[in-house]
């Protein structure tokens, strides 16, 4: 697991969540640290690196 930066798309505040790299591809929903709002993640990895990272709301 590595840790990740990134900036919410609700309270934009820069934030990090693990990543796991041993995973291609990833989608899953996570609270930001900051404001408790759900945030759906996007991620691809290859190599061992994330070549694609999405963070965004969940519109409700």
């Given at each position: 697991?590595?840790?990740?930066f990134f900036q919410c798309p609700y309270c934009w505040e820069q934030i990090s969540m693990l990543i796991d790299r041993s995973q291609s591809r990833q989608k899953?929903?996570?609270d930001c640290e900051v404001c408790c709002?759900?945030?759906?993640?996007?991620i691809v990895i290859e190599n061992q690196?994330?070549?694609?990272?999405?963070?965004?709301?969940i519109e409700q």
């Open positions: 697991m590595d840790e990740y899953y929903i996570e709002n759900p945030i759906q993640l996007s690196e994330v070549v694609s990272f999405y963070a965004d709301n």
